[in-house]
């Protein structure tokens, strides 16, 4: 069994903006990590962060409004698939950010997964914004469980302080 992460948000930003933000190397860097990234179908990606590093491989991208790739992060023997959809709201872009397969047996993977997955996408409408990276640390819960998981690869920004409860 696998579990799934579903996210929505809604951007006051145009989808050529947003798409740029999902595509552009130099922008996925400000709010994700360094990227060596194409939206080109077959393109093999790297985001590196100190020693973290994601792979991956562009299953899909059709220019404007969908865009899906592998993760590989070392935590599953699969990679698990990544899908950002976008469309019209308002004057602004709906991101629906669905991502797929991940291993149910590493609850405490999921969770982290998806509080990073929030925590990213939120830094990403601050910088398209204007006001850059909110001074907001990420939260870990550290018991016997959690340990491990915190060393693994994700969107920890090290110079973000880390609360502990």
């Not at 130099?26 to 962060?49: C, H, N, T, V």
């Not at 935590?75 to 698939?81: K, N, T, V």
């Not at 047996?105 to 990403?124: G, M, Q």
């Not at 850059?132 to 110079?159: K, N």
């Amino acid at each position: 069994m696998k579990e799934n992460i579903h996210l929505e948000i809604v951007y006051p930003d145009s989808i050529e903006r947003v798409w740029r933000a999902l595509t552009d190397p130099a922008f996925l860097s400000q709010w994700l990590m360094p990227a060596d990234f194409e939206p080109r179908i077959g393109f093999r990606y790297a985001l590196k962060s100190g020693s973290q590093e994601i792979t991956g491989v562009v299953l899909e991208c059709d220019g404007k409004s969908r865009l899906v790739y592998t993760w590989e992060d070392g935590e599953s023997d699969q990679p698990s698939i990544v899908a950002w959809n976008l469309s019209p709201e308002d004057g602004g872009t709906r991101l629906t950010l669905d991502h797929s397969e991940l291993p149910l047996a590493k609850l405490s993977f999921s969770i982290e997964a998806e509080v990073n997955w929030k925590s990213a996408v939120t830094y990403l409408g601050s910088i398209m914004s204007g006001h850059g990276r909110p001074p907001v640390p990420i939260v870990y819960c550290i018991d016997e469980v959690l340990i491990p998981v915190l060393e693994r690869a994700g969107f920890r920004q090290p110079e973000l302080s880390e609360a502990v409860c």
